[in-house]
């Protein structure tokens, strides 16, 4: 049985958040968009549990201001509680005329918990 129409909107929604509380510096929203124990490995580097993600989350604007992580290409797939999913990513610093700081893509895995749909892992690879 593949992915329903309401968890693929749900997901989408995930992804977006995602990137709202890491431009604003939500550490705590960021790390509960993850599963307990899930991860966020940045090209092999693996930051994991909720304190770890929330402190991340938190200094992103900080070291950059004007920051803008935006998604595109969202692809998904799954069955029932467990789905894959893996997305371009463009991180623009805002402006008058914004920069383009980086291009990359995630691979995600992805785990529906009673409230809702959670990262358990995100491998993110930056395009060299």
Do not use: S
């Given at each position: 049985m593949a992915l329903a129409a309401q968890d693929i909107a749900d997901i989408t929604q995930l992804y977006a958040a995602y990137n709202h509380a890491v431009d604003n510096g939500e550490g705590e929203a960021f790390a509960a968009f993850f599963v307990a124990d899930g991860a966020l490995v940045p090209d092999g580097q693996p930051i994991a549990g909720a304190d770890a993600l929330a402190a991340f989350a938190t200094s992103v604007p900080g070291s950059l201001p004007g920051i803008r992580h935006l998604a595109s290409n969202v692809l998904l797939s799954g069955d029932g509680d467990e789905a894959t999913g893996q997305c371009y990513l463009t991180?623009?610093?805002?402006?008058?005329?914004?920069?383009?700081?980086?291009?990359?893509?995630?691979?995600?895995?992805?785990?529906?918990?009673a409230d809702g749909w959670r990262f358990v892992r995100r491998d993110f690879d930056a395009d060299r």
């Open positions: 991180v623009l610093i805002a402006g008058a005329q914004p920069q383009v700081l980086m291009t990359g893509r995630y691979r995600d895995t992805l785990r529906r918990e």
